[in-house]
């Protein structure tokens, strides 16, 4: 570096650089590859595409739901996912700046003396921030595909949030619904119960074992009504809801169970390659091990400048040259910044290795918690049920010859909300253990509970 004509000639290797590290802002800010992660893992295609919005809820919202029609609605309608994709173009916008060179300084100087007046001025380039900058760029860009992961990762989070409090919502409207049905068949047997009581055919005791009956079930009602109106609410949140849209429908039960349980296969192996947050911190390590090759670079000069200076003075001809700033490594070597990029390395790298651990753990988990659920579902459906509806018919056959008391039949009765309950749990409970499958496979884990 001799003259401000050698820095002339350096013009073309500038271009280079500042070509090779140039990044611009992408047509659709990264939604293209959202949705694209999205759609894999939420069973709801196109429901990020730019095409989803408003226009595509209210169609939905004329019709009963479906678990897969709610989620389609929240991931085009929820206000925290938008808030969320968002944030695509906070991290866009640092990657084009990464690809950006600091502005030229430019400083002019003008003196009085007593052989004239004299002018001074100077133009610097951040010529460290040139060469570094296709790193700096690869860091950005890498942090850009992290937030593009992260946006997806809370897509499917809400699409799983969103089956999970569906089919809460669905079990607890049809619970309330069968505990209504529950309550007439108390009532009747209460003021039954009475009459007998007051003729004198039935004991105290027996007459206040129905009276109690019937308490329950007023009470039990009341909460099986709280549980539906929470749960809706719950879902309504989700979905992103107001005004005449909470409105909408849920179907009157449960979808029925599939005809056999999903077999577990290899799903280690589909979490480590699906699973987003393992994902996630394959590239917060690729980005940190980026981050560290910079600190060494620039260890012991991070300030570099080069300029072009002119002077000029009223006695003498005008003087043209260049002027080079540079930072002394006499205080600190840069020694404490690489350190500290080493640690935060070693530190992705056992985070790394832990979210490994974490995601084939939770996966077999969810996948006994699943298998669970279905036989414990199935087990209900097909034999505690069928098992109670035997009892039933036949208790009142004998009640109709005569050969059993109203007390055997309003027992019965009582007996019989206990298994429909059940019914009702396990079925929801599958349905909602299934959810959590698909998400310790193909999500980021453990869907959150509000």
């Not at 595509?56 to 991931?75: E, F, G, H, N, W």
């Not at 849209?245 to 009157?252: K, N, R």
């Not at 396990?426 to 884990?445: C, H, K, M, P, V």
Request: glycine share 6%; net charge neutral.
């Amino acid at each position: 570096m001799a003259t401000f004509h050698t820095l002339l000639r350096w013009s073309p290797l500038a271009a280079a650089l500042l070509l090779g590290g140039c990044a611009s802002f992408t047509h659709d800010g990264g939604m293209q590859a959202v949705s694209a992660l999205a759609d894999a893992r939420t069973g709801a295609p196109g429901a990020l595409s730019a095409a989803a919005g408003e226009d595509r809820v209210t169609p939905l919202l004329a019709q009963p739901l479906s678990a897969d029609s709610a989620v389609r609605i929240a991931l085009a309608n929820n206000p925290g996912l938008k808030a969320a994709l968002a944030e695509l173009g906070a991290s866009e916008a640092d990657l084009v700046q990464s690809g950006r060179l600091r502005n030229p300084g430019l400083s002019f100087g003008r003196s009085h003396g007593s052989e004239g007046h004299e002018i001074d001025r100077s133009v610097s380039f951040d010529l460290a921030g040139l060469l570094t900058m296709p790193m700096r760029v690869n860091i950005e860009r890498g942090r850009f595909e992290q937030a593009k992961l992260q946006a997806a990762s809370q897509a499917v989070q809400l699409a799983a949030d969103t089956r999970r409090a569906y089919f809460t919502a669905v079990a607890a409207v049809q619970t309330e619904k069968f505990m209504q049905r529950a309550l007439v068949s108390a009532v009747a047997g209460a003021q039954l119960a009475t009459r007998l009581q007051q003729a004198g055919n039935w004991s105290r005791l027996d007459q206040a074992r129905q009276q109690v009956f019937y308490a329950d079930a007023v009470s039990d009602l009341a909460r099986a009504r709280h549980q539906a109106t929470a749960a809706r609410e719950r879902l309504t949140r989700l979905l992103g809801l107001w005004g005449r849209q909470t409105a909408f429908t849920l179907p009157d039960r449960l979808p029925d169970l599939p005809d056999k349980a999903e077999e577990p296969g290899n799903i280690e192996a589909q979490a480590m390659e699906q699973r987003l947050d393992v994902q996630m911190s394959k590239l917060d390590l690729e980005a940190t091990a980026s981050a560290l090759g910079l600190s060494k670079v620039t260890r012991l000069v991070n300030v570099f400048e080069v300029g072009y200076t002119s002077k000029s003075t009223s006695t003498a001809p005008r003087e043209n040259g260049y002027e080079v700033s540079l930072e002394l490594p006499l205080f600190d070597w840069g020694t404490a910044r690489q350190a500290r990029a080493q640690a935060v390395y070693e530190q992705a790298l056992q985070h790394t290795a832990g979210t490994a651990i974490n995601a084939r753990s939770e996966v077999r988990e969810a996948y006994s918690s699943y298998r669970t659920a279905y036989d414990l579902a199935r087990h209900y459906r097909d034999e505690v049920v069928p098992l109670r509806k035997t009892i039933s018919h036949e208790v009142l056959l004998r009640y109709n010859g005569m050969l059993a008391s109203v007390f055997e039949l309003l027992t019965d009765a009582r007996e019989q909300v206990a298994s429909v309950n059940g019914a009702i749990e396990t079925q929801r409970d599958f349905w909602i253990a299934q959810t959590e499958l698909q998400s310790a496979i193909n999500g980021s884990g453990v869907a959150t509970k509000e």
